[in-house]
């Protein structure tokens, strides 16, 4: 099996130098215990958020960390792991408080160096809180259903008619174009919401062609709503992707 310790050397006195050693001291009591198909970069890797984790003992509430610690556990004898080794950064390490943001091998002449760089808390946890709220918002636009029905509305032949009556220019909808509206679930009868809605809908459809107010039809109830337009709704919405949907104000 590889070694789990890195062999360090240099004369660099410096702070990530000296925290590089530190991490290293940190992982040899545990040598033989991370498990057989872990590289060394796992290892390193792992150590180095069980450092982290046990700062973050020294600053978060006793539950609240204890929360944080058990949801970024795995199953299995690296859970136990992990626990040992924030118990010893707590115990022997506490007074060395910078954490470990990254970490890089290099081999040269045949010989592992190995530096890591280090963060004042207050970064490291403006880092974590960005990683952390990056990752909630990607989640939350994975694919699913979205709690909205959609409202389609498609412009008839009166309309067309009337358009094309003040706009030699106007250029007429392809036959299966239409503008959909997402609205709040629970539209149980669907005529009863038009007729409740109907101005609405027929000011968006209007001004999606017309910015000019003065051009729109000055009497516009609901009978000619249901002449110049025809409405559908669907009342499931799901969405196949996974990038984030994008709302204007």
Known sequence: MKS?????????????????NLLNDFIKPFEHDFPDDFELEDTIYFSMNAWNFGNMSFILP???FKKILLEASTQGSETDLIK?????????????NLFIEDFELEEIDGTS?????TQQETEFLEKLMGDINQSAEKNSFEEGYINRQAIVVKPKKAYFDW?????????????????TYLVAEGIDNLEAWIKKNYKKLFEYELGNEFTEKKLWPKKRDYKMFQQWFSVDISTLIYDLENSPVYKDD
């Open 4 to 20: 789990k310790v890195v062999k360090l050397f240099g004369d660099d006195s410096s702070q990530n130098e000296k925290y590089a």
């Open 62 to 64: 006793e539950k609240e």
């Open 84 to 96: 040992k080794m924030v118990d010893l950064k707590i115990a022997r390490f506490k007074k060395h």
């Open 113 to 117: 160096t190995f530096t890591v760089t």
């Open 163 to 179: 358009a094309e009556s003040i706009d030699d220019l106007f250029m007429p909808y392809e036959e299966n174009e239409v503008n």
